[in-house]
Every structure is written in C-alpha cells, then in structure tokens.
C-alpha cells in the first residue's frame, strides 16, 4: 500500500463520521426524555435547580447549536462531561475499553479456531457426517440470539451445574490492580495465577456466546471457500506433484480459502463490538457496550455519541484492515 | 519386443451423476513404450484427460473408477495404495494441465511451487539444512533447462506476473523438476497464442529427448500430434476407436471416425479441396446401448454394428475398431476374419495370412503374417 492510498483511506473517514455523528446527535435530541429529569427527578428538587443544572449542561441551547459546539469540542478531542458520572467522557470510556477488547480478542480467538477448523473439516470431509451435523449446528448458531443463549448457557454452566460464574470479570478474592485493565494481563503482572484463572473462567461464557455466533457464520465461509479452492485445477496440480495431503490442503487450498474468510473476519469483528452490548448487559461485563446501555437510558448525550463516534471509527478500521489482509493474502491485489 | 512403459487394459472410469452414469471412460486400452511420444486425439468429452487422469488417480468425485488396470513398471496402479501412488506420481509420472493460468496456484510463488515437489520425491538432496538449498539449485536449473529467461530472479514472482507461454513454461519445469518417465501433456497449447504453441511443442520435444522420457501428448489438434507424435490414438465417446504409427494411421484411417476427421481439416498441400465436417454430434455418455458409438454417424454403418465392436488387429502394428464387413479395405477384412480363429490353435495360420497378404498387396512383408499372428494370439490371451 502506498502512503497515498494510505492517506486517501483516511480522508475517507471524514465525510463517514461527520454523518454518523450528525444521525447519533439528532436521533437522541428526538429521542423523548429528559436527562435533567431522569438526575433530579425525584420531586426534591425546585424548577429553579433544574434550569441551573439544564444550564450548566448547555441543554438551554437550541439543538443545532448544541451540535456545532460538538462537532467543534470533538475536532480537539475534546467530548465534555459524562452527566451521570461527572468525569470527562474520554475517561470514563477509557477506563471500559479494556474489558470489551478483552472479551472481543476472546471471541475472535473462538471463532477463528471454530469457524476455520470447522469450515476446513466440513469441505474436506463434504457429504459426510461431519460436514452435515457441522452444517446444521452452524445454522442453528446464525439464526439463535445472543442474548437468549447467554441466558442459557448461564443456566446451564452457572445456575445448574454451578462450575462457572453468573456474571462479571473477576471475583472479589482474586481482585488485583489495574495496570493496563486487562485483568489477564494485570492478573499475571501481579504474580496472582489464581487471579487469572479466575479471570478466564469469567471470560469463558460471555466469550463463547459472542465467539459461538461468529464461528458459525465463518464455518459457512470457510466451507464454501474451501469447497471452491478444491475444485481448482492448482489443486488437481499439486496432487499431481505427489506432495502430502496436509500440503495440498493447507498450503494450496487453504492459502486461497483464508482469502475471503479472512476478509469477512475482519469485518464482522465490527459486529461482534455491536453485539458487545447485548452480551455485556447479560453477562454483567464492564465493558464499552454495557456503558452505552446505561448512557442512552440515562439519557447522556455526550457519552452516547463518543461511544458510537468510537464504534464508527473502529468499524471503518476494522474495514481498512480487511482491504489489508486482503491484500497481503491475494498477491494478485495491489492497493 | 520391449515391454510398455505404461499399459492401460480395459479401463472404465464412470461419473455417478443425478441425471445417470455418464461412461466418461469405458473400456479404453492404450500402451505408451519407452521413449515414444503418443498423441491421444478426440473431441472435447471423448475421454482423453479422464483417462490419464484415472492413471494418476486424480479423479474426483462423482467421478470412480470402477474396474481396469494401469500396468506402470510391473504394479497395478489401479490397486495401489494412495500413499505409493501419491509417491509415483510427479516422480515417475508427471502431467501438465491445460491452462497454467489456473494450474498454478495464484496464491504460492513460483519457486514454492516447483521446490515443493523436489523436496518432496528426490532422494538425492542432502540432509538438513543445506537441504532447501539444494532443492532451489536444482529447480533453477530445470527453470533455465526449458529456457525462462532471468530464471534466478523469476522464481520470486507469481504465477499472474508471467506471460501465458511463460506461465507454460513454468508448469513444465514443474512437471519434469523431478525428471519423470513419464510426461502426460494435456493439451499443451489449447490456451496460448498460435506463435507460442509451436515453442512449447518444440519445447517439450527437446526435453523428451533431453531426459530420454515417454510423453503422451493429449490434444484435439490432429494436425499437432501428426507433426509430433511417433503413434497415435484416437478416442471417441470414451473408448479407442483407432491406433497406430502416425503416418500410417494418417495416411489410411481404417475406422470412419478417423477418416471423417481427416476430411474435415484443412490440407495445406490442397486448399482447393472441401472440407466435410461429420454430420450428427457426440452420443451423450448415459444409458449407452451396447453398441458401436460412432453408429449414429457412420456413413458405412451396418446391422452387425448393433453389437459391441473390439479393437481388431489391423496388421502393421495397427488397431482399429471397425466392422470388417463394412470395410472396404481388403487388408482389414483378411485381419479380422482372422481375429476369431485362435492362432495359436493353427500353426499353419501365419503362412497363409502371408498368402493372403501377398494377394491383396504385392510388396507385403512375407514375415507380417506371423508377427499379426503373434499379435492375434496377445489378443485372444488380454480377451480371456
């Protein structure tokens, strides 16, 4: 990739966030509900406490000026006060990054080795009985929601057999302090492997509901590349040349079938940040998507549109790297 | 007489579809010998690639074989298990598809692509680490053996960053790196420009020549495997219509298929003369009757063609499956009268084909007789 097409991609980015800024800003502007309301609800407070808050907050503003000041405040970074937690936003939000990243890194990491594993034996063994129970199940883990089966593997591994936890990253005894807030790195800087094993059983289900979803759908890509690469003629050829099976299978055929799936890994890591929030609410993780939740039912305006500024800007990264990838696997691209 | 290097006996390799069975192959018998360049020739879906693709135990599903032998050096490649044969193949016998575009891996740089298979069968290489080493050396020197300009620097690029003669070139280098008996050519030149076809042709009978191997050329073009090959096959709906040395075959096709595609090309020596396509199109390959499959076409068919027509011995080291009834050349009908008579059983057979043969040519060979004999007697053994 040349610095040019490097700098054009960025610009690029420009004209996405402004309209995914200006849609998240008016759509919470619409959205009934008054932050003031909801924080000094309870009838104690006079009307006259009320607009001094509405005031401090600059909610006596009309919208649009509201929204220059934004788009002004955010062009420097700048992205004000979280009304619920009176700290800036850029920290509060900080603070929670880890801990999605975390259970995203986790769930990738299921799914790839899922979906790719599964999709490879699905294609090399076509027909069987492998390929038809792995074809089925990946249906059922498209099409099932993940909120609905978190709660059930809760029940199951949490509430009936009792061997994992209910919710949340880390029990009270195994706490340790937060170094980069990856609690499995922060576990292991502190020496504490109970910690950390702790952690990891924290991380399994809620990773494993988000992972299972995804590895189902990279099953069903990895199968239909893989099926594709094997009835090229460079795989005819490279049985020809009588060189092992795992060779032709995973240097030949697989080079070429990771191309796509990869691709669409990349990609799809932007869903799995959407479907953070479902799963954190579930599962009790203090993550980013669980932040956003309590932010739009709070009504905090600028938490809000940081948090989806954020999505926005890792999703189209998340993009960048696909067009990367892809690159970097097909030799017959050049950006 | 030598021994085939290669000897395929009644191969049937058959493609279980939803529609039927389609005989891709069914009942195909071709010899390949030492050193000999054989052109297999046939129409698109006559069966040419499928069969050598059974040899190499390369076809794939729906595709099975479903009986035949492939004798290759005195083993039954047929009944072979997958490992010896996946050692044979690309050491003993090496192919090189149509188009190189879509052989070689687009994914994989070429020197990968050639270095994998001499790891991967040549026992001469030294051990550890000077191993890949050797291995890059020797692939440099088949890459400037069939003369890839710049080879060292080449080797480090794709296959897409090559031109098609280029691209075929490479491919060839692939298939001989490991400098096998056997070279099966499936149709070498279908998917190059006409100026390159003939430098890949040549360039293949410069390397038959340079590592003393067999090659079977696969190819639609007559006009190609009559300028290369020493004999000639020619296959129709699945099967072996006709054999033979190439001049010989050209100059006096025995079976009707052979002599039609004969008429329908055109002849430098007489532009004037015109050209007859044959008329009708090939059988589709489910629910065959047991019968000649060239029949619906067949400008001299006849009732005894309802059965099932053999490869008959046609004298001069030639075979050809036509009804001897319905052919008007003499020399055919004394050697197919005499299929159905055991030779062995009649001593005095050979000279009397001699006689015969003298009475419908003068200049005949008085020894032809007893080599048809001999011939015959093969035969009548391969039918039992």
Known sequence: ?335 | MTAPLLAIRDLRTWFHTRQGVVKAVDGVDLDVMPGECLGVVGESGSGKSVTFLSVLGLVKPPGRVEAGRVIFGGRDLAKLPPDELRALRGRDIAITLQDALTALNPALRVEEQIVETILAHDRDLPPGRGRSAAARAKALEMLRLVGIPDAERRMHDYPHQFSGGMRQRVMITIALACRPKLLIADEPTTALDVTVQAQVLALIARMRRALGMSVVLISHNLGVVARYCDRIALMYAGQVVETGPTRAVIAAPYHPYTQGLLRSMPLLSDPDRPIQPIDGQVPDLIDLEPECRFLPRCPRAAEICRQPVPLLPMGDARLAAVDPAADSNEGARISARLAAVDPAADPNEGARISARLAAVDPAADPNEGARISARLARCVRAAA
């Not at chain 1, 420009?14 to 009838?43: K, Q, R, Y």
């Not at chain 1, 001094?52 to 420097?76: C, H, I, Q, V, Y």
């Not at chain 1, 594993?117 to 993940?146: F, N, Y």
């Open chain 1, 1 to 335: 990739m040349t610095p040019v097409a490097l700098v054009e991609r960025l610009l690029q980015l420009v004209p996405v966030l402004l309209g995914i800024a200006a849609v998240v800003f008016f759509m919470m502007a619409l959205t009934p509900g008054d932050p003031v309301e909801l924080m000094l609800g309870d009838a104690l407070a006079t009307p006259e406490q009320k607009e001094s808050l509405r005031r401090d907050m600059g909610l006596d503003r009309p919208a649009p000026e509201r929204f220059a000041l934004f788009l002004k405040n955010a062009a420097t970074g700048e992205f004000g006060m979280s009304f619920h937690h009176r700290r800036p936003v850029g920290q509060v939000i900080l603070e929670r990054v880890p801990a999605t990243v975390e259970l995203t890194l986790a769930s990738m990491l299921i799914a790839l080795v899922l979906g790719i594993g599964l999709g490879v034996l699905a294609a090399v063994k076509r027909d069987s009985w492998i390929d038809r129970v792995a074809t089925v199940t990946s249906l059922v883990g498209v099409s099932m929601p993940g909120f609905w089966f978190g709660i059930l593997l809760i029940l199951l591994f949490a509430v009936a057999l009792g061997v994992l936890p209910v919710s949340g990253r880390i029990g009270y005894a195994g706490e340790v302090p937060f170094v980069t807030r990856f609690l499995l790195v922060d576990t292991l800087i502190a020496g504490r492997v109970d910690s950390f094993l702790d952690a990891l059983r924290h991380l399994l289900l809620p990773a494993v509901t988000l992972g299972l979803a995804m590895a189902a759908f990279l099953m069903r890509v990895t199968r239909a590349s893989m099926l594709e690469a094997l009835a090229q003629d460079y795989v005819t050829f490279a049985e020809a040349k009588g060189i092992s099976r795992a060779r032709v299978l995973f240097r030949h055929a697989l080079k070429n079938a990771l191309i796509p799936t990869v691709t669409v890994a990349a990609i799809e890591t932007g869903t799995l940040l959407g479907g953070n929030m479902i799963v954190e609410t579930v599962f009790g993780w203090p993550g980013l998507g669980r932040l956003v939740v309590e932010g739009i039912f709070t009504r905090n305006y600028p938490l809000v549109q940081a948090c989806v500024l954020l999505y926005a800007v890792t999703y189209v990264l998340l993009n960048f790297c696909a067009d990367l990838l892809y690159a970097a696997l097909n030799p017959r691209v050049r950006l």
